[in-house]
């Protein structure tokens, strides 16, 4: 269960950084959203690495 908890979070995190980056490009967010969605995003993606690697 927690290795497959830790895949949908890495893939989560895979999938949502580049899609909010294309929005930034098209759509034109604040600036400090960026910022704080690659800190949630490598928060989201060690977490999701520490589910996989603990048993």
Known sequence: MK???GLICQFITLAL???IIIFQ???GFRLIV???SLLCGIV???LGTWL???R
Do not use: A, D, N, V
């Open 3 to 5: 290795h497959t908890l």
């Open 17 to 19: 950084l580049p899609s």
């Open 25 to 27: 490009l098209f759509f």
């Open 34 to 36: 960026m910022p704080i």
């Open 44 to 46: 989201l993606f060690s």
């Open 52 to 54: 996989r690697e603990s």
